[in-house]
C-alpha cells in the first residue's frame, strides 16, 4: 500500500477503497492492524512545542508593548523620569503576569492531554471493538454515531442522515 494524497483515495469506490487498502467490510484483523501500527506509527497530529522563551517572546512583541516602550522613550527624552519609571514598571508587571498566565495554561494543557485519551468504534475481524484513536491505522473501519468526532482522514462507506460540523476548521461560531 503507497502512502497517496488524501485525495486519491476521495474518488474510489467502495470496492476499489477496500482493494486499495487491503481491508474488506470485514475490517482488519489484529495482526495486520498490529502490523500496519508498526509501518505507519501513531495517529496523532504532529505538535509544535511552545516553550517558556516563545511564550516570553509573544507577550513582549506586543504592538500595545511597541507603543508603551515610545511613550517610555518620550518621556525619558523629554527628562520626565518619573513617568517613564511609573510605565516601564507597567510593562514589567504586564508582561510578567501575561507570561504566568498563558505558561502556566500551556502546561495545564500538557497535563490534560496526557489523561485525555479518546476511543472510537473500529470493526475488526468483523467485530466491533473500541480502539484508542491513536492506535487507528489505514484500512480500519469505523463506525461514528451522533456526537463522535471524526478521529482520521476517512471516506464514508454508509451514512443515514450524517451532517458535520467543520466550525472548528473554517473558525466559524
Not at 467502495?14 to 509501518?39: C, V
Not at 510605565?87 to 494543557?109: D, P, R
Request: glycine letters at 4%; one cysteine or more.
Amino acid at each position: 500500500m503507497e502512502n497517496k494524497n488524501f485525495s486519491f483515495y476521495a474518488h474510489l469506490t467502495t470496492q476499489e477503497l477496500y482493494k486499495e487498502l487491503n481491508t474488506s467490510p470485514e475490517g482488519l484483523t489484529e495482526k495486520e492492524a498490529e502490523n500496519r501500527f508498526i509501518l505507519y506509527g501513531s495517529n496523532i497530529l504532529k505538535e509544535t512545542t511552545v516553550t517558556w522563551i516563545h511564550i516570553l517572546a509573544n507577550q513582549l512583541y506586543n504592538p500595545f508593548i511597541f507603543v508603551l516602550f515610545f511613550i517610555v522613550c518620550i518621556y525619558f527624552f523629554t527628562n520626565q523620569i518619573a513617568e517613564s519609571i511609573v510605565i516601564t514598571l507597567i510593562i514589567v508587571i504586564n508582561s510578567t503576569i501575561g507570561f504566568y498566565q498563558e505558561y502556566q495554561s500551556n502546561q495545564t494543557m500538557k497535563l490534560l492531554k496526557q489523561y485525555l485519551q479518546t476511543t472510537i468504534i473500529a470493526k475488526r475481524s468483523n467485530t466491533q471493538i473500541t480502539v484508542p484513536t491513536n492506535k487507528l491505522v489505514p484500512g480500519d473501519i469505523i463506525i461514528l454515531n451522533a456526537g463522535d468526532i471524526i478521529p482520521a482522514d476517512c471516506c464514508f462507506i454508509e451514512s443515514e442522515n450524517l451532517i458535520v460540523d467543520e466550525s472548528s476548521l473554517t473558525g466559524e461560531s
